[in-house]
């Protein structure tokens, strides 16, 4: 996870310079400049993007992101017919700026460039962690997807299709990796027919591997003092990884967290949304009163790791977001403590933070008695503290999702089968009548996907769990001023009332309020704080709430995230992932077990993308391991246990 941030300087004459590489990060000539002649018109840039629904440029090192910024200022410069309608610009960096020296070395050129682009880019800039960061501007039609980390092995794990590279980079002879063979490969992968690329460089070690890999280079005058630069082609016709669909119609079965968060997610691309709910928007796990936002760290920053920290960033971009199109969602970044069960467990987790290297804001280690403080009542121990995290109101989630969707949402809809024919799909109800026709169906009802799901799929293992929430007056029972964790959760008093829970039964689908999980719960509060013990009510008090939802759960507590696998004979059962057949139009965005709040805007995100051919917002590796292909004609399990943490 640990990333190292770029240790700068500066020439005489002020052109920024790498410490690390012995190197300026652009021509003394002038970056705008330098920007504009190579690799904008390297690339044919803008003609090349008028009337595209999309164009995707990747980058190779993102340095101060002038060449980002001179292009979204070409965008800006252009009327919506001249230009694509989407832009994607992802770009590579392992040693990003901090955010202090991004602000001062981007301030000489505040007048060339649109100021309020310097300004947006300033101000989300992410925090510097390993991975896959998505910015959206221009109300989502300038995205930006920095991947902090080397680019030998991150640009393998991109799945995209560029329309154009820029290689850039630290000169060769000083940072030989940026052009090494790998990178060159991986930018081949990333290449199909009509791929271009531009380059100041012309090292012939770096031509011979560019033509190795397919590209066709031609020499053109180059920039300021140097003679030439380098323009390629790529000559091979590929098929695109992640074909593009005209936006149409969408069904999408539920009007939970992961419905609304999918409505939202393809309407910014252009697709008009129905949902279809069987009851009540957010009548499920999504209308609990709080949800928590925090990762899950883990000291070798596995799958999960990874997942819940993107999700993170992923919620808080989006809840951003929301607030900036008038849609402000109910929440607080009060910040969340994760305190340790025992001594094993703390020393675990202070391995886990010094291992990790995490900026502070992100994960820190805190003492018993900073804990207290955080906390603002005495708890048993100390332990993780996320200072970004925070509560979120699920339903109110839901509601702003749906609003910024402006989907059609048709209420106590209940879908009992779906069919397919030449004009697309169709869902009806228990009587066989038409509830809507739509292009492709997104499966976001929870529990009830297997079985909508049986006549064209058997990869689905989606089974509920039972969780129940604990609701109280608060005051005059007492709560913490942040969210406080330990075996579940414990919220502020928000609005008069404090949340805690919640239990975690797997195939249990009784929805009946229970004192048992009321006292279980409660013991859970005491346990976080003793001292409070006595002031919380009884598992019996009459005046005690809660609800009951059934969280949608998979074997490996993993989403399932991608396109529908497709019934297959047992003897295809051996056929690699590539080769199985999925079912055309459909879809599914589900399992998200108890971490619905964390990872619906970021599983919706990566959709959104799969449908529309665009880049994906996370790694290959982390794309495969939520894909429901990975259940395909495979035998699945669950073990039941009493919390999910």
Not at 39 to 56: C, E, K, M, T
Not at 516 to 529: K, Q, T, V
Not at 552 to 565: I, S
Not at 575 to 589: D, E, F, H, K
């Amino acid at each position: 996870m640990a990333i190292t941030p770029a240790t700068l300087s500066q020439t005489d004459d002020g052109t920024p310079y790498a410490l690390v590489y012995d190197d300026v990060y652009h021509s003394r000539a002038g970056a705008i400049a330098q920007a504009r002649h190579v690799f904008l018109g390297g690339n044919q840039i803008p003609a090349r993007w008028a009337n595209r629904d999309s164009f995707v440029i990747v980058e190779t090192g993102f340095g101060l992101g002038l060449n980002f910024l001179t292009t979204w200022a070409t965008w800006l410069a252009q009327t919506d017919d001249e230009r694509c309608k989407r832009l994607h610009f992802v770009s590579v960096e392992k040693h990003p700026l901090l955010k202090a020296d991004l602000i001062r070395l981007l301030e000489p050129y505040k007048s060339e460039l649109a100021a309020h682009t310097i300004a947006a880019l300033v101000e989300h800039w992410p925090e510097l962690v390993e991975g896959t960061h998505r910015l959206e501007f221009e109300q989502g039609q300038v995205i930006l997807t920095l991947i902090f980390g080397d680019a030998e092995t991150a640009l393998p794990q991109l799945a995209a299709r560029a329309d154009a590279i820029y290689l850039d980079g630290f000169s060769p002879a000083k940072n030989p990796d940026i052009w090494s063979e790998r990178v060159c490969q991986a930018l081949a992968r990333l290449s199909g027919e009509g791929t271009t690329l531009a380059t100041w460089s012309v090292n012939g070690a770096l031509r011979r591997r560019l033509t190795a890999c397919g590209f066709e280079l031609t020499l053109t005058p180059g920039f300021a003092q140097k003679r030439e630069m380098l323009c390629g082609r790529f000559k091979e016709r590929r098929p695109h990884p992640n074909p593009s669909m005209t936006p149409g119609h969408a069904l999408i079965i539920g009007a939970g967290l992961a419905g609304t968060a999918t409505a939202e997610r393809l309407a910014a691309r252009g697709w008009r949304c129905t949902i279809l709910e069987a009851n009540t928007l957010a009548c499920g796990a999504s209308g609990n009163k709080a949800g928590v936002i925090r990762p899950q760290p883990s000291a070798d920053d596995n799958l999960l790791a990874r997942l819940t920290r993107a999700g993170c960033f992923s919620t808080l971009a989006r809840l951003e977001r929301l607030k900036i199109s008038g849609n402000p969602v109910d929440w607080d970044a009060c910040g969340v403590l994760h305190l340790a069960k025992d001594a094993d467990q703390a020393s675990l987790m202070q391995r886990t933070v010094a291992q990790l290297k995490a900026p502070t804001e992100l994960l820190d280690w805190v003492s018993k008695s900073q804990a207290s403080e955080l906390a603002g009542l005495p708890v048993a121990a100390g332990g993780w503290w996320f200072s970004l995290g925070g509560w979120v109101n699920p339903s109110d989630y839901c509601q702003q999702l749906l609003k910024a969707s402006g989907a059609t949402f048709i209420e106590n809809a209940r879908v009992s089968s779906l069919a397919h024919d030449a004009h697309g799909w169709l869902a009806h109800d228990d009587k066989g009548a038409l509830l809507a026709r739509g292009d492709v169906v997104v499966l976001a009802n929870a529990t009830a996907i297997p079985t909508l799901a049986a006549p064209f799929s058997d990869a689905l293992p989606i089974r509920p769990a039972r969780g129940q929430t604990t609701v109280y007056a608060a005051p005059p029972g007492p709560a913490p001023k942040t969210v406080v964790c330990r075996s579940g959760y414990w919220t502020p008093s928000i609005r008069g009332e404090s949340t805690s829970g919640a239990s975690f039964i797997v195939d249990d689908t009784d929805l009946t309020i229970r004192p048992r999980e009321h006292a279980d719960n409660l013991a859970m509060l005491a346990g976080i704080s003793p001292d409070a013990a006595a002031a919380l009510p009884a598992s019996d008090d009459m005046l005690l709430q809660g609800k009951v939802g059934l969280r949608p759960v998979v074997p490996d507590r993993l989403p399932l995230v991608g396109q529908v696998p497709s019934r297959q004979p047992a003897e295809r059962s051996s056929l690699s992932r590539a080769a199985r057949a999925r079912v055309p139009g459909l879809y599914v965005n589900s399992g998200y077990g108890a971490r619905g709040i964390l990872l619906a805007s970021l599983c919706a995100e990566l959709l959104a993308s799969q449908i529309a051919g665009e880049p994906l917002p996370l790694p290959k590796d982390l794309v495969r391991a939520i894909d429901p292909m990975r259940y395909a004609h495979k035998k699945t399990s669950i073990e039941e246990t009493h919390h999910e943490n």
